[in-house]
């Protein structure tokens, strides 16, 4: 198996432990009569004295200190913007998942449920992960602890077992994937450029902002890097 393939089956794994159908929610419908300054909301007028907005981030414009920074960043924004839908999925199948689990009482019958995703994630997404190269895997190993607040060994543990875990992780680090690593944008500058690419892209509408599963506080992070950076200069 060539190494494409074998850090493909990893994910995969990782994936098809927790994974559901897709499920929807009505949500619901509110209008805002700026004339008068109402909120409307499903037919009842309330009356306020000013219109909630959503928090609007301002983004600094781009620097870059060379060509090569900025092709590494554009790179990163490339990876980034592939494999953070998966991630999110991730997170949306395994709260969905649990709830599930919850309500399965007999062991056979929770194993039987699992063994049905699994399954069904093979079939669905067998062909797209495959194409994931090391890099890509790598940010998407992050970017599901920060999404479900958990590491890809963990949830394979959780779901799996020990031995499994283990064995899934070394031999990811064979091509420099580890799946104990954790999100950590203040930490990590790779991962700090990871959470700008991301708020720049949910701004842009580009990707579909979903909550990471920790506080992440981008204007304090920002204002940290910014920081190490001007001492770095001096």
């Known amino acids: 198996m060539n190494t494409i ?17 897709q499920t929807t929610e009505a949500e619901r419908g509110r209008e805002i009569d700026s004339t008068k300054y109402f909120y409307i909301i499903q037919g ?22 060379s060509k090569e920074n900025r092709k590494r960043y554009l790179i990163l924004r490339r990876k980034t913007r ?23 009482k007999k062991k056979s019958d929770r194993k039987k449920y699992t063994k049905r995703v699994q399954k069904y994630i093979e079939e669905e997404f067998s062909e797209k992960l495959k194409k994931f190269t090391r890099t890509e895997g790598q940010i998407l190993a992050k970017l599901i602890h920060r999404q479900t607040g958990r590491t890809g060994f963990e949830l394979v543990k959780e779901l799996r077992n020990s031995w499994r875990a283990f064995w899934y992780n070394t031999t990811a680090s064979m091509f420099d994937i580890s799946l104990k690593e954790e999100y950590n944008p203040f930490n990590n500058k790779e991962d700090y450029l990871i959470e700008d690419i991301l708020e720049r892209s949910f701004q842009e509408n580009i990707l ?27």
């Open 82 to 104: 592939k494999v953070y839908p998966y991630a999110k999925l991730a997170a949306e199948r395994l709260t969905v998942m649990t709830e599930r689990l919850k309500t399965i």
């Open 5 to 21: 393939k074998q850090i493909s089956t990893l994910l995969l794994v990782t994936f098809s432990s927790f994974l559901l159908a």
């Open 44 to 65: 009842d007028s309330i009356p306020r004295e000013f219109i909630d907005l959503e928090e609007v981030i301002l983004l600094n414009k781009l620097e870059f200190t």
């Open 208 to 234: 579909e902002r979903q909550a990471p599963a920790f506080p992440i506080d981008f204007l304090d992070l920002t204002a940290y890097w910014n920081k190490i950076s001007k001492e770095n200069k001096k």
